[in-house]
C-alpha cells in the first residue's frame, strides 16, 4: 500500500513537472519572462511614417490553485513613439510569482495615434499586432492622414473632390442668382428657435456656437458644439432662421464668398464623392398653386467610384429621390470652367461632370432627362389642385451657378457620453445639427407645406442614400422611383395621416418632357 | 379658436337670412316639417352641418348648411338644394344645388378669388318623418365645365 501512495505521488509530481507548468515556460529557473515588439508604421506610398506612438502591453495570467481558471494576472506595459524610418521597439519583463501553478500570455499593442502634416491619422490596415502564442511580435500599421476620420486620406478626398468637380448649370430664370454660404449667412442672420409641444416659441437666441440638439426617447436633448447645454424634453421643434429679406434673399452669397461642399467617403470596395450645394430659397410659388417655398435648399449629386477611382454611376437628387446615371450617359467637360463644352461620356481627361438645377426647385438632372411632375387632383370641379413641373434649360448653357471654392463637410458621430451628435475631427461645426435650416411655408388649417430641409448629415442622401435603399439609393430608374411615390392620396399629405379614399383627392408622379419655358 | 367663432358667425347669419323665409306665411305649406342633421361626404362635401325644411309641398325641400373641405386647401363649404322627395316615411330623394366654396389661405382669411361655385344634382334615399330621426343616404355630382364628379354621402340627424 505504501508502495502504491508513493507511485502515485511520483506520478503526480512528474505529471505538474511535465504539464501543470505553464506553455510559455521559458525560463522555470529565473521566472521571468521577456516580450518585445518590433513595430513599423508607413503610410499609402509604402514610406514610414515617423512619431506615431502606441502602448506596448505584456500580460501573464496565472491559475495559482491549480482549477484551470485565471486568478490573479500581471500587466506591464510600455509607450513608444516610431522613429524617423517609422520604425519603433518595445521590450518587457514579467518575473511570475513562485506559487504561480499555471498561466497564460497575452501582448498587444493599443492607442496608436499621431499625426501626419499636422493632421490626426486613421489606421487603414494592421497585422500581428497581438499575440498569445509568442513573446515577440512584429505588428505593422498603414496610416493616413484622416482628420474626420472616415478612413480616406485627406489628400486623396481634396484629389478627388477637384478631379470631379461639377459645372453647374442654372436657368436663367431661377429666382436664385447665387449659391449661399451657409456659415455666412448663419453667422450673419441665424438664429436659433426652439418650439414646445404647444407650439409656442420658448427659445430664440443667437446661434453661434451652433446648438446641437437630438431627439431621442428621452425627449429633446440640447447641446452647444462644445457639449455643455441641458436636456429639454418638453421641446418639440428646433429651426435655425435666417433673418433676410425675402427680396433679396435670392441673390445668396456675392462673388468670392460661394462655396461648393464636398463629401467624400468609402463604402465596401467604393468610393463616393458627393457635392453639395446650398441655395438660400427654395420658392416655387409662381410655378404652383400653393405658397410653396422654404428657406434654405440642401441639393447635391454623387458619383460613385470603384476601387480604382473610376465613375460607375451618378446619381442626380431630385426632390425626394434621385436617379442614377451611367457614366457614359452623363456628360463632362475637362474643366470645371463654365466656359468648358460638354461632351457626354466620361474620360480620364474629361471628368468634371455637368449638372443641369431645375428652376426654382433645384433638383438636379442630367442632360436632357426627363423632369419631375407632380399632379394633385382635388376631386371637386372648379377647385384645382396642383400640376408642377420641373424645367430645366439643357440647351442655352447662358447661365450658371459658380462656386470660388470648395469646403469639406465631413463626418459626424454619435456618443452617448455626449448626448448626441458631433462633428468628427475638423468637420463643419453646423453638421450636426439636427433641426431645420430655415423657414418654410405651411398650413396650419390642412396640416400641409414644405418642411426647410436638415443638414446634409440628416438628408437622405449622406450615407443611406447610396445603400441599400431601394427609393433613393443608386439603381433608381423612373419607374422605380415613381412607384414609391404614386399615387398619393389622403388627407394630409404624403405618407401620414388617415387615408381618405382616392375620389377625395390624390396625387400622382410622373416623368415628362422637359420644356425649359425659354 | 377664432376660425370656429367665425364659423358659427355665418352659419348663424344664414340662419337668420333663411328661417323667415321658411316660414313666411306667404309659402303655402302642407307639412312642414324640418331637420337639422349632420352630413358625412356628399354635397358638404366632407363634413357638413345641414338644415332643412319642407316648403310649398311636402315633396319639396329646400336644403342648406355649412361644411368644410379641409383637403390639400382649406374651404368653408356653403351647400345649397332644393330636393324633391317621392314617398312617405322612405323616400327617395332627387336634387340639385350648389356648393359654395370659400378658400381660406394659412392666415385664415377668406381669398376671395379662388372661390368656387359648383352646382350639384344627387339622388339617394331618405327616411324623415316629424318628431324622428332622419337619415339619408346618396349620390352627389359635382359638374364641372369640363368634368364630373360623384360623391357618395351620408346623412344623420333629428327632424321636428
Given at each position: 500500500m505504501k508502495k502504491l501512495i508513493n507511485i502515485f505521488f511520483i506520478v503526480i509530481l512528474i505529471y505538474m513537472n511535465t504539464y501543470a507548468r505553464p506553455v510559455w515556460d521559458q525560463d522555470p529557473d529565473s521566472r521571468t519572462y521577456r516580450a518585445t515588439a518590433n513595430i513599423a508604421v508607413e503610410n499609402l506610398a509604402g514610406n514610414g511614417v515617423p512619431n506615431i506612438s502606441g502602448t506596448f502591453h505584456f500580460k501573464m495570467s496565472f491559475d495559482t490553485d491549480g482549477?484551470?481558471?485565471?486568478d490573479n494576472y500581471q500587466l506591464e506595459s510600455a509607450s513608444f513613439s516610431t522613429d524617423q524610418q517609422g520604425y519603433a521597439f518595445v521590450e518587457l519583463f514579467i518575473t511570475v510569482p513562485s506559487d504561480w501553478y499555471n498561466g497564460w500570455k497575452n501582448v498587444y499593442v493599443s492607442d496608436i495615434s499621431g499625426q501626419i502634416n499636422g493632421v490626426d491619422i486613421s489606421v487603414v490596415e494592421s497585422n500581428d499586432?497581438?499575440?498569445?502564442?509568442?513573446?515577440n511580435i512584429y505588428p505593422s500599421y498603414v496610416v493616413i492622414e484622416d482628420n474626420d476620420q472616415d478612413y480616406v486620406s485627406d489628400p486623396l478626398e481634396i484629389q478627388l473632390a477637384e478631379k470631379f468637380k461639377p459645372v453647374l448649370h442654372r436657368h436663367p430664370n431661377d429666382r436664385q442668382v447665387n449659391l449661399e454660404n451657409i456659415e455666412s449667412l448663419m453667422i450673419n442672420s441665424g438664429t436659433l428657435k426652439g418650439w414646445n409641444l404647444g407650439g409656442t416659441l420658448v427659445y430664440n437666441s443667437d446661434i453661434p456656437p451652433l446648438h446641437i440638439v437630438e431627439y431621442n426617447e428621452e425627449g429633446w436633448i440640447f447641446k452647444n458644439s462644445y457639449g455643455w447645454g441641458s436636456e429639454m424634453p418638453s421641446y418639440k421643434l428646433w429651426r435655425i432662421d435666417f433673418n433676410i429679406t425675402k427680396s433679396t434673399s435670392y441673390n445668396g452669397a456675392s462673388a468670392g464668398n460661394r462655396p461648393l461642399y464636398y463629401h467624400i467617403f468609402k463604402h465596401e470596395n467604393n468610393y463616393y464623392v458627393q457635392y453639395w450645394y446650398f441655395f438660400t430659397m427654395n420658392d416655387v410659388r409662381g410655378d404652383t398653386e400653393n405658397d410653396t417655398w422654404h428657406e434654405g435648399d440642401w441639393e447635391h449629386v454623387t458619383i460613385k467610384l470603384d476601387n480604382s477611382l473610376s465613375p460607375v454611376a451618378v446619381n442626380f437628387y431630385q426632390h425626394y429621390g434621385g436617379h442614377t446615371k451611367y457614366p457614359s450617359a452623363c456628360w463632362w467637360s475637362s474643366t470645371n470652367y463654365t466656359s468648358s463644352t460638354p461632351i457626354q461620356g466620361y474620360s480620364d481627361s474629361r471628368s468634371h461632370l455637368h449638372v443641369w438645377i431645375s428652376k426654382n426647385g433645384h433638383a438636379s438632372y442630367n442632360k436632357n432627362d426627363l423632369v419631375y411632375r407632380m399632379q394633385v387632383n382635388v376631386n371637386i370641379p372648379f377647385l384645382g389642385g396642383e400640376d408642377f413641373t420641373d424645367q430645366c434649360d439643357y440647351e442655352t448653357n447662358q447661365s450658371y451657378y459658380e462656386y470660388d471654392f470648395m469646403e469639406k463637410l465631413g463626418e459626424i458621430e454619435y456618443s452617448e457620453g455626449w448626448y448626441g451628435y458631433f462633428p468628427k475631427g475638423n468637420s463643419k461645426y453646423w453638421l450636426p445639427f439636427v433641426g431645420y435650416v430655415g423657414d418654410y411655408y405651411w398650413n396650419s388649417l390642412v396640416g400641409q407645406g414644405t418642411y426647410s430641409p436638415r443638414m446634409p448629415a440628416f438628408r437622405r442622401g449622406y450615407y443611406s442614400f447610396t445603400f441599400n435603399n431601394s427609393l433613393y439609393g443608386f439603381g433608381n430608374g423612373e419607374d422605380n422611383w415613381a412607384i414609391h411615390l404614386n399615387p398619393i392620396y389622403g388627407i394630409l399629405g404624403i405618407n401620414f395621416g388617415p387615408k381618405l379614399p382616392a375620389y377625395v383627392w390624390n396625387s400622382n408622379i410622373s416623368w415628362v418632357q422637359n420644356n425649359s419655358g425659354l | 379658436m377664432k376660425l370656429w367663432k367665425r364659423f358659427i358667425k355665418v352659419f348663424l347669419i344664414i340662419f337668420i337670412f333663411f328661417i323667415p323665409l321658411l316660414s313666411s306665411d306667404s309659402i303655402k305649406t302642407k307639412n312642414r316639417v324640418s331637420s337639422v342633421y349632420f352630413e358625412l361626404f356628399g354635397q358638404g362635401p366632407i363634413l357638413s352641418i345641414n338644415y332643412d325644411k319642407h316648403f310649398v309641398d311636402k315633396n319639396i325641400s329646400f336644403r342648406t348648411g355649412l361644411g368644410i373641405f379641409p383637403i390639400y386647401n382649406f374651404y368653408f363649404t356653403f351647400p345649397f338644394g332644393i330636393n324633391y322627395l317621392f314617398g312617405k316615411k322612405h323616400m327617395f330623394e332627387t336634387n340639385t344645388g350648389i356648393t359654395v366654396f370659400l378658400k381660406m389661405n394659412e392666415n385664415k382669411k377668406i381669398i376671395t378669388n379662388d372661390s368656387k361655385v359648383v352646382p350639384t344634382i344627387g339622388l339617394g334615399y331618405r327616411y324623415q318623418s316629424e318628431k324622428d330621426w332622419f337619415f339619408r343616404t346618396g349620390f352627389t355630382c359635382y359638374i364641372g365645365s369640363d368634368k364630373f364628379s360623384i360623391w357618395p354621402g351620408i346623412s344623420a340627424g333629428a327632424s321636428f
Amino acid at each position: 500500500m505504501k508502495k502504491l501512495i508513493n507511485i502515485f505521488f511520483i506520478v503526480i509530481l512528474i505529471y505538474m513537472n511535465t504539464y501543470a507548468r505553464p506553455v510559455w515556460d521559458q525560463d522555470p529557473d529565473s521566472r521571468t519572462y521577456r516580450a518585445t515588439a518590433n513595430i513599423a508604421v508607413e503610410n499609402l506610398a509604402g514610406n514610414g511614417v515617423p512619431n506615431i506612438s502606441g502602448t506596448f502591453h505584456f500580460k501573464m495570467s496565472f491559475d495559482t490553485d491549480g482549477d484551470g481558471v485565471e486568478d490573479n494576472y500581471q500587466l506591464e506595459s510600455a509607450s513608444f513613439s516610431t522613429d524617423q524610418q517609422g520604425y519603433a521597439f518595445v521590450e518587457l519583463f514579467i518575473t511570475v510569482p513562485s506559487d504561480w501553478y499555471n498561466g497564460w500570455k497575452n501582448v498587444y499593442v493599443s492607442d496608436i495615434s499621431g499625426q501626419i502634416n499636422g493632421v490626426d491619422i486613421s489606421v487603414v490596415e494592421s497585422n500581428d499586432t497581438q499575440s498569445n502564442y509568442y513573446f515577440n511580435i512584429y505588428p505593422s500599421y498603414v496610416v493616413i492622414e484622416d482628420n474626420d476620420q472616415d478612413y480616406v486620406s485627406d489628400p486623396l478626398e481634396i484629389q478627388l473632390a477637384e478631379k470631379f468637380k461639377p459645372v453647374l448649370h442654372r436657368h436663367p430664370n431661377d429666382r436664385q442668382v447665387n449659391l449661399e454660404n451657409i456659415e455666412s449667412l448663419m453667422i450673419n442672420s441665424g438664429t436659433l428657435k426652439g418650439w414646445n409641444l404647444g407650439g409656442t416659441l420658448v427659445y430664440n437666441s443667437d446661434i453661434p456656437p451652433l446648438h446641437i440638439v437630438e431627439y431621442n426617447e428621452e425627449g429633446w436633448i440640447f447641446k452647444n458644439s462644445y457639449g455643455w447645454g441641458s436636456e429639454m424634453p418638453s421641446y418639440k421643434l428646433w429651426r435655425i432662421d435666417f433673418n433676410i429679406t425675402k427680396s433679396t434673399s435670392y441673390n445668396g452669397a456675392s462673388a468670392g464668398n460661394r462655396p461648393l461642399y464636398y463629401h467624400i467617403f468609402k463604402h465596401e470596395n467604393n468610393y463616393y464623392v458627393q457635392y453639395w450645394y446650398f441655395f438660400t430659397m427654395n420658392d416655387v410659388r409662381g410655378d404652383t398653386e400653393n405658397d410653396t417655398w422654404h428657406e434654405g435648399d440642401w441639393e447635391h449629386v454623387t458619383i460613385k467610384l470603384d476601387n480604382s477611382l473610376s465613375p460607375v454611376a451618378v446619381n442626380f437628387y431630385q426632390h425626394y429621390g434621385g436617379h442614377t446615371k451611367y457614366p457614359s450617359a452623363c456628360w463632362w467637360s475637362s474643366t470645371n470652367y463654365t466656359s468648358s463644352t460638354p461632351i457626354q461620356g466620361y474620360s480620364d481627361s474629361r471628368s468634371h461632370l455637368h449638372v443641369w438645377i431645375s428652376k426654382n426647385g433645384h433638383a438636379s438632372y442630367n442632360k436632357n432627362d426627363l423632369v419631375y411632375r407632380m399632379q394633385v387632383n382635388v376631386n371637386i370641379p372648379f377647385l384645382g389642385g396642383e400640376d408642377f413641373t420641373d424645367q430645366c434649360d439643357y440647351e442655352t448653357n447662358q447661365s450658371y451657378y459658380e462656386y470660388d471654392f470648395m469646403e469639406k463637410l465631413g463626418e459626424i458621430e454619435y456618443s452617448e457620453g455626449w448626448y448626441g451628435y458631433f462633428p468628427k475631427g475638423n468637420s463643419k461645426y453646423w453638421l450636426p445639427f439636427v433641426g431645420y435650416v430655415g423657414d418654410y411655408y405651411w398650413n396650419s388649417l390642412v396640416g400641409q407645406g414644405t418642411y426647410s430641409p436638415r443638414m446634409p448629415a440628416f438628408r437622405r442622401g449622406y450615407y443611406s442614400f447610396t445603400f441599400n435603399n431601394s427609393l433613393y439609393g443608386f439603381g433608381n430608374g423612373e419607374d422605380n422611383w415613381a412607384i414609391h411615390l404614386n399615387p398619393i392620396y389622403g388627407i394630409l399629405g404624403i405618407n401620414f395621416g388617415p387615408k381618405l379614399p382616392a375620389y377625395v383627392w390624390n396625387s400622382n408622379i410622373s416623368w415628362v418632357q422637359n420644356n425649359s419655358g425659354l | 379658436m377664432k376660425l370656429w367663432k367665425r364659423f358659427i358667425k355665418v352659419f348663424l347669419i344664414i340662419f337668420i337670412f333663411f328661417i323667415p323665409l321658411l316660414s313666411s306665411d306667404s309659402i303655402k305649406t302642407k307639412n312642414r316639417v324640418s331637420s337639422v342633421y349632420f352630413e358625412l361626404f356628399g354635397q358638404g362635401p366632407i363634413l357638413s352641418i345641414n338644415y332643412d325644411k319642407h316648403f310649398v309641398d311636402k315633396n319639396i325641400s329646400f336644403r342648406t348648411g355649412l361644411g368644410i373641405f379641409p383637403i390639400y386647401n382649406f374651404y368653408f363649404t356653403f351647400p345649397f338644394g332644393i330636393n324633391y322627395l317621392f314617398g312617405k316615411k322612405h323616400m327617395f330623394e332627387t336634387n340639385t344645388g350648389i356648393t359654395v366654396f370659400l378658400k381660406m389661405n394659412e392666415n385664415k382669411k377668406i381669398i376671395t378669388n379662388d372661390s368656387k361655385v359648383v352646382p350639384t344634382i344627387g339622388l339617394g334615399y331618405r327616411y324623415q318623418s316629424e318628431k324622428d330621426w332622419f337619415f339619408r343616404t346618396g349620390f352627389t355630382c359635382y359638374i364641372g365645365s369640363d368634368k364630373f364628379s360623384i360623391w357618395p354621402g351620408i346623412s344623420a340627424g333629428a327632424s321636428f
